[in-house]
């Protein structure tokens, strides 16, 4: 299993201690076998696991600087925890304290100095020790100068993991981290004390003196925390991983990146370590060549599970959330009888009201073409009235349009790339097609348009950053206005 006994020995070379197997294994080389970093690299070889050892020893008195406070948790959680370790932190953030308040309020009482609205290469030449939030540019050039001057570089996931002394899932993929993540949380919550954290927004870093030995870590893992692993040269011993696709190509530079970045999740598993990949998903099937230990493979074609949301892809997802769990005590009926009482994530084509026949489904996590595509497939056999549009990000709608072409009754287009996607849709002459003002002026509109017996399904197909703080907030608007 994926252990390290905090804190870690220290020695030049940082290795890593494995009472699994109670040997120290030095970190290993990195793997010819998997492709190194092409572009925008951060992290040179030369530098696998040999970043110092701040990132397990005492960080009283240091001085740490977080990059990057955030409004999702990261940020916030590891400044809290910094703070309580008697380290000196300093948090820096481009952004506005307006635009941060929640998080601001978060780490009002840490004693740790923040310096928002943009960052202060002080704060970078003089820290020895970097958490950079995943969200910041991989080549940004405050990275650099710290690392220039001498400053450790290191991230919220890596010393989460370099503590924690649990057996750790990681779950990856460029679609259905969070559900698969959630549903494995509550299979393995059968067998064993639990802890569920990552990028699903609750950072565990907090929670280390509670998680034993014989705990359970699930940790759902974005291309840009596992971007940074080889800092750390350590994977979880069980790593899943869901699909790949060619998303945030802008951030990794080229899709080899980003799947070299992805396969970080298991570069440095041993003999002993399992991954599970998705058989159905030719990139991801094609990670088995690289692995060290174990491949379990789960797909669409394995025993059903009954479930109560919808969709193959949410299938997929159960699939994957069984084939780690049964590595870890689950037996099969437990998890039949968990996955089919698992209610599905708040915002992922989530039921929110039903009224007057009809049925209203929240979606606004679907904050691109393909994603919309998903949820346009999990209901098949019932007529739609689609919402669609939010912050155009460039994306290509031609097969989007196509789709809502074959399957919606009506569309209701909003927001900024409303007219782009209205004119798609104006191009194929079908189906019905509303456009509107605003976010209540398109729910208010599928509304009227809806007859008994349909769904109306918020699947924006972007993101909602042109009317909206995040998607939450736009699925809680469309809660709200739809209950009305
Ligand atoms: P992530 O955490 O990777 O963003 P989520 O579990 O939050 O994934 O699901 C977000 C959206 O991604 C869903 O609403 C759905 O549209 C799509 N999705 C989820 N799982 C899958 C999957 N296995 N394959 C393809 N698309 C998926």
Redesign the pocket.
């Known amino acids: 299993m994926y252990r390290l006994a905090p804190p870690a020995p220290q020695s030049p070379s940082h290795c890593h201690y494995c009472p699994a197997r109670n040997v120290y294994n030095p970190p290993r080389k990195s793997s010819a076998r998997i492709a190194s970093f092409t572009v925008r690299a951060a992290i040179r070889d030369s530098e696998i696991g040999r970043m110092g050892s701040l990132v397990n020893q005492d960080l009283a008195g240091r001085r740490v600087t977080v990059m990057g406070l955030g409004r999702f948790g990261g940020g916030v959680g590891v400044a809290r925890w910094l703070a309580r370790q008697g380290a000196r932190v300093t948090v820096s953030d481009s952004a506005p304290a307006s635009e941060l308040a929640e998080s601001v309020r978060a780490v009002a009482d840490t004693g740790a100095v923040l310096h928002l609205g943009g960052h202060d290469e002080a704060d970078f030449t003089g820290c020895e020790l970097l958490v950079v939030n995943p969200a910041v540019p991989f080549d940004s050039p405050f990275v650099t100068l710290a690392r220039q001057a001498g400053a450790e570089l290191t991230t919220e996931v890596n010393l989460f993991l370099a503590r924690c002394r649990a057996t750790v899932v990681g779950v990856t993929?460029?679609?259905?981290?969070?559900?698969?993540t959630t549903m494995l949380g509550r299979l393995l919550a059968r067998s064993g004390r639990t802890h569920v954290g990552g990028?699903v927004g609750v950072s565990l870093l907090g929670r280390l003196d509670h998680i034993g030995p014989g705990d359970m870590v699930v940790l759902?893992l974005s291309s840009f925390q596992l971007h940074y692993l080889p800092l750390l040269g350590l994977s979880p011993h069980l790593a899943v991983v869901?699909?790949l696709k060619a998303v945030h190509l802008e951030r990794h530079g080229s899709f080899e990146a980003y799947v070299a970045d992805k396969a970080n999740i298991f570069r440095f598993q041993g003999g002993d370590d399992v991954l599970v990949l998705n058989r159905d998903d030719p990139p991801t099937a094609a990670l088995a060549g690289q692995a060290a230990g174990a491949v379990e493979f789960f797909g669409l074609d394995d025993e059903p599970f009954e479930l109560r949301i919808p969709g193959r892809?949410?299938q997929?997802?159960a699939q994957a959330a069984w084939r780690a769990a049964s590595h870890l005590g689950v037996d099969r009926q437990t998890a039949a009888e968990v996955l089919a009482e698992f209610p599905g994530?708040p915002h992922?084509?989530e039921t929110v009201a039903k009224r007057g026949g009809v049925r209203y489904v929240n979606?606004s996590?679907?904050t691109s073409p393909?994603?919309a595509l998903?949820?346009l497939e999990s209901f098949e056999s019932t007529p739609l009235v689609v919402i669609v549009g939010g912050k155009d990000v460039g994306a290509d709608f031609g097969q989007l349009c196509s789709a809502l072409a074959d399957r919606a009754r009506v569309v209701v287009t909003t927001g900024q790339s409303g007219p782009r996607i209205a004119a798609g849709l104006g191009r194929l002459g079908r189906p019905e097609v509303i456009e509107t003002a605003d976010f209540a002026a398109a729910v208010a509109a599928a509304r009227r348009a809806a007859r008994a017996g349909e769904i109306v399904l918020l699947s924006p197909a972007c993101p909602s950053y042109d009317q909206f703080h995040n998607y939450r907030r736009r699925g809680e608007a469309f809660s709200r206005l739809v209950s009305e």
């Open positions: 993929g460029s679609a259905g981290k969070s559900t698969t990028n759902e869901t699909n892809h949410n997929a997802n994530l992922r084509l979606d996590k679907c393909g994603e998903v949820a």
